[in-house]
């Protein structure tokens, strides 16, 4: 609560001539804060007259020559004083304006969500000079429309103070929150080799998991439906999608995947790979096959190492929880193709450490 000091309004009167009534003349206008007291009193009158108080027309309670009163609620008003002498005159009426200056009310806005990389656009209202809190990340802390260029994702508060150093000095403050979504990633699948018409299902994954509820794949070629996160494909040629995934606060992302034809189905084994290298699981590369049988890695024991009917499972050189000394191994692998022709491979794979 704010106190201020009763400042006294003085209304200097013509002094009462022999057979005449004193005028009360107001010193006017005169400016307040809400909440503040103010004592209005007409000097130098007589002491057998009575005074009728007004403001905005109101009769006040004084009936001497001061009146007192407290402003608050903010507006102008009209304040009015007459002198009535005890012979029954009354004098001239006398009147003023006070001002009476609301308290400052700083508005920071509504709460902000914006998408990771974006710009947070505050909106500051009130009379007065403005500084945000913290000034981190605005463009400019001293003004109503500061933008907000945050480079992380979470919830940061500015709190939004205002000053008025000419009549009132009530503090202004308000606080708005700003959010910063995840960054939105979205993951189109790897890259693909299939035969003509080979189908195909895509699956767009959302990578941070911000909540993708709309997908858009382009071009629409071949694609079962571009509006769905695992369309599926049937296509003659090579060919890239892109794909677009929406958020429900409108952030987006997007990926692309190639799929290439090939013209016979195949099963693929590299010549050699690198546990804990960059190679480092050794998987078979079924092409235009419908049916995985199986892939099997044997030692040169004949011993079986590794297998599997499940091409996204591969090979990481272990064998019993041991690792496989550097060397060579034999593979074997066979699938149906989708021609319905069974399709059986086998290979040498060097091991090496």
């Not at 009530?170 to 995840?182: E, S």
Request: hydrophobic share 40%; proline share 6%; glycine share 10%.
């Amino acid at each position: 609560m704010f106190r201020y000091i009763v400042k006294h309004i003085i209304l200097p009167a013509i002094l009462l001539l022999t057979g005449m009534v004193s005028h009360a003349q107001v010193a006017m206008p005169d400016t307040v804060c809400i909440g503040m007291s103010r004592i209005y009193r007409v000097e130098g009158s007589s002491s057998l007259s009575t005074y009728t108080w007004k403001i905005d027309g109101t009769a006040q309670a004084s009936s001497t020559n001061q009146m007192g009163t407290t402003w608050n609620t903010a507006g102008v008003y009209l304040v009015t004083v007459v002198e009535h002498s005890p012979d029954g005159c009354d004098g001239d009426m006398r009147s003023g304006l006070v001002y009476v200056q609301p308290k400052l009310q700083a508005d920071a806005g509504d709460d902000i969500t914006v998408c990771f990389g974006e710009p947070a656009q505050l909106q500051g209202t009130g009379s007065g000079s403005f500084t945000w809190s913290p000034s981190t990340y605005l463009s400019n802390p001293n003004i109503a429309n500061p933008v907000a260029s945050i480079p992380v994702s979470g919830s940061f508060s500015y709190i939004l103070n205002i000053a008025n150093p000419n009549i009132c000095q009530f503090p202004g403050a308000d606080t708005v929150v700003v959010t910063i979504l995840p960054r939105a990633q979205v993951f189109a699948g790897n890259d693909a080799i299939i035969t003509s018409n080979q189908p195909l299902q895509l699956q767009a994954q959302d990578v941070n998991g911000t909540g993708f509820t709309h997908y858009t794949w382009s071009p629409p070629n071949g694609l079962s439906n571009s509006s769905v996160s695992d369309p599926v494909v049937h296509i003659d040629h090579d060919i890239t999608y892109t794909v677009l995934a929406t958020t429900a606060e409108g952030c987006t992302a997007t990926d692309q995947v190639t799929i290439k034809i090939s013209k016979v189905a195949e099963i693929y084994v590299p010549t050699a790979f690198m546990p804990a290298g960059i190679n480092n699981v050794l998987h078979a590369i079924p092409i235009g096959i419908k049916e995985f049988r199986y892939f099997a890695i044997y030692n040169r024991y004949g011993e079986l190492v590794f297998k599997t009917s499940n091409p996204k499972e591969g090979w990481d050189g272990q064998y019993k929880g041991q690792s496989q000394n550097a060397g060579g191994f034999i593979w074997m692998a066979e699938g149906v193709a989708y021609d319905g022709r069974v399709i059986t491979r086998k290979g040498n794979v060097v091991l090496i450490r």
